[in-house]
């Protein structure tokens, strides 16, 4: 049976250096699967870092206000349990999100309206308007899918992350290889700036071709995931693959005792995403 690798991408603005941050990344899945399912195998784990290409220097340790913190207690971590009005709310929540970004369409990346939604974007500019940055950040992750082509491979995409995940996948989509399954956390992949840079490349938003499974896993509370729901953005393909949309508690609280909604490692550890670990591994698979 092929070894399974679980690759992931990192999102938004400047990270600690790449080791660090892999590791963290690699303690928040285990914690994870640890809490809420009592498993404590290996895991195979690569993460595709760029931070680097954007940052002249990673952040020292000490100066982060958002490490990786191990949550109190050995109880499983708290499924998302809100009603289905709170479900409605979320899912529908998008065309707020649609109104004010149709402004940034209108006057493009604008600090003003970046201030507004309380986010920073300079990332997502750079990434579209450099195609130099643009070129260097998606062949991390084609190099790195191209490492591990013989191996069922998860891949987990978070924030900005899924965004440069989907662009590559979609350049990939005669590659004969496939991904096992496709996550995205905390993604603004719904966001019509996105899907509309989408369109303008591809032709369209489509399922990418080698995906098998493809979650999408967002906290209500998230600012970058204005939309919840990927699955009315991005048709499925000819095959049926299409997106399956979750909501997520993301329980993050960093130093500072600041819940923090988007914080990778919440995303990471969430029962949600404990179970598609462990379906993605199955019984009997090498770790």
Same mark, same amino acid.
């Given at each position: 049976?092929? *070894?399974?690798?679980? $690759?992931?991408?990192?999102?938004?603005?400047?990270?600690?250096? +790449?080791?660090?941050?892999?590791?963290?990344?690699?303690? *928040? %899945?285990?914690?994870?699967?640890?809490?809420? %399912?009592? !498993?404590?195998?290996?895991?195979?784990?690569?993460?595709?870092?760029?931070?680097?290409?954007? =940052?002249? @220097?990673?952040?020292?340790?000490?100066?982060?206000?958002?490490?990786?913190? @191990?949550?109190?207690?050995?109880?499983?971590?708290?499924?998302?349990?809100?009603?289905?009005?709170?479900?409605?709310?979320?899912?529908?929540? +998008?065309?707020?999100?649609?109104?004010?970004? +149709?402004? +940034?369409?209108?006057?493009?990346?604008?600090?003003?309206?970046?201030?507004?939604?309380?986010? *920073?974007?300079?990332?997502?500019?750079?990434?579209?308007?450099?195609?130099?940055?643009?070129?260097?950040?998606?062949?991390? %992750?084609?190099?790195? %899918?191209? /490492?591990?082509?013989?191996?069922?491979?998860?891949?987990?995409?978070?924030?900005?992350?899924?965004?440069?995940?989907?662009?590559?996948?979609?350049?990939? #989509?005669? #590659?004969?290889?496939?991904?096992?399954?496709? &996550?995205?956390?905390?993604?603004?992949?719904? !966001?019509?700036?996105?899907?509309?840079?989408?369109?303008?490349?591809?032709?369209?938003?489509?399922?990418?071709?080698?995906?098998?499974?493809?979650?999408?896993?967002? #906290?209500?509370?998230?600012?970058?995931?204005?939309?919840?729901? !990927?699955?009315?953005?991005?048709?499925?393909?000819?095959?049926? $693959? /299409? &997106?399956?949309?979750?909501? &997520?508690?993301?329980?993050?609280?960093?130093?500072?005792?600041?819940?923090?909604?988007?914080?990778?490692?919440? =995303?990471?550890?969430?029962?949600?995403?404990?179970?598609?670990?462990?379906?993605?591994?199955? *019984?009997?698979? /090498?770790?």
């Amino acid at each position: 049976m092929s *070894a399974s690798m679980v $690759i992931g991408i990192h999102g938004l603005k400047n990270k600690p250096e +790449k080791d660090l941050l892999a590791r963290w990344w690699a303690m *928040a %899945l285990q914690e994870g699967l640890l809490r809420n %399912l009592g !498993l404590a195998a290996p895991l195979a784990f690569e993460l595709v870092y760029w931070a680097d290409i954007q =940052y002249p @220097a990673p952040i020292p340790e000490a100066e982060l206000d958002n490490p990786y913190l @191990a949550t109190d207690g050995q109880d499983p971590l708290l499924r998302y349990g809100g009603t289905a009005l709170d479900t409605a709310k979320a899912m529908a929540g +998008k065309w707020g999100g649609r109104a004010i970004d +149709k402004g +940034k369409d209108l006057i493009g990346l604008d600090e003003h309206v970046d201030h507004l939604l309380g986010l *920073a974007f300079d990332d997502l500019r750079d990434y579209y308007g450099r195609p130099d940055v643009r070129d260097r950040v998606r062949d991390r %992750l084609t190099h790195a %899918l191209h /490492r591990h082509k013989n191996k069922r491979v998860c891949l987990i995409a978070h924030s900005m992350g899924s965004v440069i995940a989907y662009d590559v996948l979609r350049m990939l #989509d005669q #590659d004969p290889s496939e991904i096992e399954h496709f &996550v995205t956390i905390g993604s603004p992949l719904g !966001l019509p700036i996105v899907t509309q840079h989408a369109r303008k490349e591809f032709s369209n938003t489509l399922v990418p071709q080698q995906v098998r499974q493809w979650t999408n896993l967002a #906290d209500p509370g998230d600012k970058i995931a204005l939309d919840c729901s !990927l699955g009315d953005d991005y048709r499925p393909t000819p095959r049926g $693959i /299409r &997106v399956q949309d979750d909501l &997520v508690h993301n329980d993050y609280v960093d130093r500072a005792g600041q819940s923090d909604r988007h914080n990778a490692y919440g =995303y990471l550890r969430t029962p949600e995403l404990s179970d598609i670990i462990h379906g993605f591994l199955g *019984a009997g698979n /090498r770790v």
